[in-house]
């Protein structure tokens, strides 16, 4: 894993949503809600990641309320919803925050994700993202979108740095 020196540099963590934190799947109701499901365990990693003070971004074309209440309950404080152009906001933040894009984990897992995941220091997807983003990342997590492939790509970091840790366990790699 030749990616894995790099992962040192990481302070932030961007995911998309549809697809990477949830596996795509849009369970669509009789009044129109649109329901979704997240896996337990990527919200443990991204709430330790960012107790532990990495920058946790999450930039999706989805507009779900839901998504935002459960994305803010994890900590997560840069939630962008709702994006036409993920590179906008992208460059935006990093802007705005100082964060060099050398810096910066993306997971995306289909062509709206394409042109940031160029950008950044480490491109990620899950297993099932589609050909043209599995071609130009550096890591393809052996889970699916959905399924856990977000705290893999989180501890991954956490333990290269040595966070990996709730500070009662004290696991590290």
């Given amino acids: ?28 109701t009789d009044d129109g809600h649109h329901l979704r499901t997240f896996n ?27 998504v935002r209440k459960r994305l803010e309950g994890l900590g997560i404080k840069d939630i962008f919803l709702g994006t036409g152009k993920k590179i906008e906001v992208f460059e935006k933040l990093l802007k705005d925050n100082g964060i060099d894009a050398e810096q910066v984990l993306y997971m995306g897992d289909d062509i709206p994700d394409f042109i940031v995941m160029q950008k950044v220091g480490i491109a990620a997807c899950p297993n099932d993202a589609v050909a043209e983003i599995q071609q130009i990342s550096n890591y393809i997590s052996p889970i699916p979108g959905g399924k856990g492939c977000a705290r893999d790509v989180i501890e991954k970091v956490m333990k290269v740095q040595g966070n990996w840790s709730d500070d009662q366990q004290g696991f590290v790699w």
């Fill in 1 to 28: 894993m030749s990616f894995l020196p790099k992962l040192k540099n990481i302070t932030t963590l961007i995911f998309d949503v549809d697809g990477v934190l949830t596996d795509g799947s849009v369970l669509v």
């Fill in 40 to 66: 337990i365990k990527d919200g443990y990693a991204l709430q330790l990641a960012v107790k532990k003070g990495y920058n946790v971004v999450v930039i999706s074309g989805g507009k779900s309320e839901g």
